[in-house]
Nanobody, 114 residues
Framework: QVQLVESGGGFVQAGGSLRLSCAAS????????MGWYRQAPGKQREFIAR???????NYADSVKGRFTISRDNAKNTVYLQMNSLKPEDTAVYYC????????WGQGTQVTVSS
């Protein structure tokens, strides 16, 4: 079992930045691929970014060039740096840990005003 706790969400104006963090409960954090997803009201949860155990990253086209995913295995934490935020980035952001089983955090709200 892996418990994930997201933090860093909040309210920001368009063009601003936020950094989300996701702390994992297990010291074996480094064996998990980590991802960020988001879900806006009335919409399905969508993929945002992923970082593999080897540090390879990939992004959704909608955030490429604006968001950066990174991980610190010593701190059991994955980050999502979000720059040039847009109102359409408003959503609840979730992190997940993937290996054989996928674990999800409880989410953190990000609201971007125009």
């Amino acid at each position: 079992q892996v418990q994930l706790v997201e933090s860093g969400g909040g309210f920001v104006q368009a063009g601003g930045s936020l950094r989300l963090s996701c702390a994992a409960s297990r010291s074996t954090f480094s064996v998990y691929d980590m991802g960020w997803y988001r879900q806006a009201p009335g919409k399905q949860r969508e993929f945002i970014a992923r970082i593999s155990t080897g540090g390879y990253t990939n992004y959704a086209d909608s955030v490429k060039g604006r968001f950066t995913i990174s991980r610190d295995n010593a701190k059991n934490t994955v980050y999502l740096q979000m720059n040039s935020l847009k109102p359409e980035d408003t959503a609840v952001y979730y992190c997940n840990a993937q290996r054989i089983v996928t674990y999800w955090g409880q989410g953190t709200q990000v609201t971007v005003s125009s």
